[in-house]
């Protein structure tokens, strides 16, 4: 696998915010995302109090979200050392 397979990604800065309808500075928090990423697609779901719709595009920007938030943390456990 690349090394630098992230930064060769097409990646849409604040697309999740966008899609999410919160503002650009608000913080996702992994839990959060891990419970949304369980609805089904076709499936609506609240979120800050409004309501949205799951959909393929949506569910995949939050699996990378999340799996980044991961590396973000796996980074912070070997910088300490």
């Known amino acids: 696998m690349d090394k ?8 849409k800065k604040g697309a999740l915010h966008r899609q999410m309808g919160v ?5 996702f928090n992994k839990s959060k995302l891990t419970k949304i990423n369980k609805t089904g697609v076709g499936s609506m779901f609240e ?5 949205r ?3 393929p595009l949506l569910k ?3 699996t ?3 799996t ?8 912070e456990k ?3 050392n």
């Open 64 to 66: 990378l979200a999340i």
């Open 4 to 11: 630098n397979w992230i930064e060769k990604m097409d990646m």
């Open 78 to 80: 070997y910088s300490k």
């Open 60 to 62: 995949k920007r939050i």
């Open 23 to 27: 503002s650009n500075d608000y913080t």
């Open 47 to 51: 979120f800050e109090g409004k309501s």
């Open 68 to 75: 980044l938030m991961g590396f973000r943390k796996q980074k």
């Open 53 to 55: 719709k799951m959909t």
